[in-house]
């Protein structure tokens, strides 16, 4: 049985500015799989990092609601709403966003401190973590002295060592160079597979397209298609 770990319904954003108004999502309703890579595209402009920002609860919608579990979003406050990302949520961006002081193991570590997981068990985690991005030798190292596919290696261990529901890639190819794009896509589809979270990618790099399980095109503010390559169907469009 497929398990939703997110679920939109109806969404809608608007964003106002000098009195032009711009309707950046227009009745979207989605669900995020458990277990699944789902590559999310679309040409610029066309909603997906508002979608990505509504469905980790980073911003509310105007219109709709976003379910995780039986918990609307969409009525949290925003310190509920950051505890969710905190508890739930893994993040991985074009630049890595990795703190240029601290050793691999420690920057995986990190977000442990934070939900107050005790030293041992988290560098243990960490370790762990590290190891499934296949860098359980480069651990020590700091940013300066990684190449770009590490230091998103690092940034996945990072995401992945919560154990988060969701994981939220925005861009994580375009800094990197064929080889180790298609090498951090085969982490995270490994991630799906293996740890069942879903992993909601947002990307331009269409070289990602026969790696996803599920790709939802977007344009305009409207989910205007939904398939599954591999199985040659179309859900909806
Ligand atoms: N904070 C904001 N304030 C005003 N307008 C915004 C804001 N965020 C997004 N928009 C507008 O909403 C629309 C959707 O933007 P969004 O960033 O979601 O698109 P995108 O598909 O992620 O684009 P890209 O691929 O270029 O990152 C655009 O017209 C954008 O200008």
Request: aromatic share 4%; net charge neutral.
């Amino acid at each position: 049985m497929q398990r939703p770990a997110i679920r939109a319904e109806g969404v809608g954003k608007s964003f106002t500015i000098q009195n032009i108004r711009t309707r950046a999502l227009i009745d979207v309703s989605v669900d995020i799989i458990r277990g699944e890579f789902t590559l999310m595209i679309g040409p610029s402009g066309c909603g997906k990092s508002t979608l990505l920002a509504i469905l980790s609860g980073m911003t509310p919608p105007d219109q709709g609601a976003v379910y995780a579990g039986k918990i609307n979003l969409a009525e949290l406050s925003d310190d509920q709403r950051d505890l969710f990302r905190l508890k739930h949520c893994g993040f991985i961006f074009q630049g890595f966003n990795l703190f240029p002081g601290l050793s691999a193991l420690e920057q995986v570590q990190v977000p442990l401190d934070y939900m107050g997981v005790p030293e041992e068990e988290a560098r243990e985690r960490a370790r762990f973590a590290l190891e499934h991005v296949g860098l359980s030798r480069r651990q020590h190292l700091r940013p300066s002295e990684m190449s770009g596919g590490e230091k998103q290696r690092v940034a996945i261990a990072r995401a992945v060592v919560k154990r988060p529901a969701i994981l939220f890639a925005d861009e994580p190819t375009s800094a990197l160079d064929t080889e180790n794009g298609q090498n951090i896509v085969a982490i995270l589809r490994e991630t799906a597979r293996e740890t069942g979270t879903a992993v909601l990618c947002v990307s331009h790099d269409l070289r990602l397209l026969k790696s996803a399980d599920r790709v939802l095109q977007m344009e305009d503010g409207r989910l205007l298609r939904d398939m599954r390559p591999r199985s040659s169907t179309a859900l909806t469009g």
